[in-house]
């Protein structure tokens, strides 16, 4: 499926769709015993802050940004999801698989959103810290703008709040915000593309397409290209969802998307190629006054992107332990529960490419690919030379795969982490930090000019 096209398979077959609810592009209605599970996030007495196309747009573009790329599989979950009258994942696949499956897709749909909380914290205190150090007269050592000071500062003062709200269409304008600092930072990261990257070492092999390890990096690729864990709650704020109208505006996401991240990517390891991080912004030097900014939006994106996965650990806990409905009380409690318990963690964990590894190959490989290829494969009554279901019959053993393999390599070939580190070219007199090559420590100290020039 081609990003920004709408193929004929994403509609059901004409002589189904009188069953399946889609005869004149009608809403589909779930069961009376799913309805719970939407009233909690979108109530139905508060139909007027049900958000439009637009507004749900930008929160997928969130939601696929602080976490990456959606792919087809996003579709067939929505999909399936139709097939079978549910309107949350976990409804889904309780109904396709019973009770074992829901609990496994409980743990695994908790899991996700919660170490995704986690990293973006880590992200956070890393980032922002290294923005107040660039303040004239401010101390480096001083405790206020450590990591532990700024990510315990954040919490309380915005994702807290925001993660407090029960409508997730309240977040729209929230994501919007989020966006155009994307925009923003992906124009920094651009300019230090062309003004930094000649300066930079490259390393060799940098431009071999796969290495042993690569399945490692599918991982990383699983934990961001997902989106499915809020996907629901997403299709459920839209004002009459369809599996039509959620097909366009998966694909007007994915354009947006997969542009902005491919331009990051590209711009990212044309730089520093082997030297990549996988925080990218633990790259640059901490004296670029450019990147300082670039780090400080890429910050406020993070923290506004936190409450979204907060939406969903939250919407776990309430469909397994309180029936799908949280009191008033109980939405606070969990909520600051959730929430306290992550920042703890983050506060203990300060190596970020390891937990992206983890999540991605545990988590988010079987949410994105096998789970709804299984569900749809058994709910659908289409012939197997069906698109989706060759689709479904490919997707499958490839996430099962990466899963098995990827969670191995991630534990016998961890990554090495430099977190809080400054890499070598960023000391251009400085040798031993290196073990270039002569011609390379000549680039290095060509450095010293550069940070002369573009730096400060």
């Known amino acids: ?40 996030l979108v109530s139905e007495h508060e139909y007027k802050e049900k958000t439009c196309q637009s507004a749900a747009l930008f929160n997928v573009v969130n939601s696929i940004i602080g976490s990456g790329i959606i792919d087809f599989s996003l579709v067939l979950l929505i999909k399936g999801g139709a097939l079978s009258g549910t309107d949350t994942y976990q409804s889904l696949v309780n109904k396709t698989f019973g009770f074992p499956g829901y609990i496994l897709l409980s743990v695994l749909q908790f899991l996700y959103p919660f170490i995704a909380m986690i990293s973006y914290n880590i992200i956070a205190g890393d980032t922002l810290s290294k923005v107040f150090q660039r303040i004239p007269g401010v101390d480096p050592e001083n405790v206020f703008i450590g990591r532990h000071f700024i990510i315990g500062l954040s919490t309380v003062t915005f994702t807290l709040p925001l993660s407090l709200y029960r409508n997730i269409a309240k977040l729209g304008k929230v994501s919007l915000i989020s966006t155009g600092l994307t925009t923003l930072i992906l124009g920094i990261v651009m300019a230090r593309a062309i003004s930094l990257g000649p300066h930079i070492p490259k390393t060799e092999d940098a431009w071999v397409f796969a290495k042993p390890n690569a399945i490692q990096a599918v991982g990383v690729m699983s934990f961001a290209f997902i989106c499915h864990h809020n996907s629901f709650l997403v299709y459920s704020s839209l004002e009459e969802p369809t599996v039509a109208k959620w097909s366009r505006l998966i694909h007007m996401s994915i354009v947006i998307s997969v542009f902005i991240c491919i331009f990051f990517a590209t711009c990212g390891y044309l730089t520093f190629t082997g030297f990549t991080q996988g925080d990218l912004f633990e790259n640059y030097c901490r004296n670029d006054d450019l990147v300082t900014f670039g780090r400080f939006c890429y910050g406020v994106t993070v923290i506004l992107t936190y409450p979204m996965e907060c939406f969903v650990t939250r919407e776990v806990i309430a469909n397994v332990f309180f029936g799908g409905n949280l009191s008033s009380v109980f939405h606070i409690v969990v909520t600051v529960m959730v929430i306290t318990v992550a920042t703890l963690v983050s506060l203990l964990i300060d190596c970020l490419g390891i937990v992206l590894e983890l999540n991605g190959v545990l988590c988010a490989t079987p949410l994105i690919f096998i789970i709804p290829s299984a569900c749809y494969l058994k709910l659908s009554e289409e012939p197997r030379t069906h698109s989706d279901k060759i689709m479904s019959y490919v997707m499958l053993p490839i996430g099962a795969a990466v899963m098995v393999f990827g969670f191995v390599m991630a534990i016998t070939n961890p990554q090495d982490c430099t977190h809080g580190q400054e890499m070598f070219y960023c000391f251009p007199d400085n040798f031993s930090l290196t073990n270039t090559s002569e011609s390379h420590i000549q680039q290095t100290t060509q450095l010293s000019i550069l940070n002369i020039s573009i730096f400060q």
């Open 1 to 40: 499926m081609r990003a920004g096209t709408r193929p004929q398979h994403l509609l059901p077959p004409q002589d189904n769709r009188a069953a399946m609810g889609y005869q004149r592009q009608d809403p589909v209605i779930p069961p009376q015993r799913d309805l719970d599970d939407r009233e909690t």
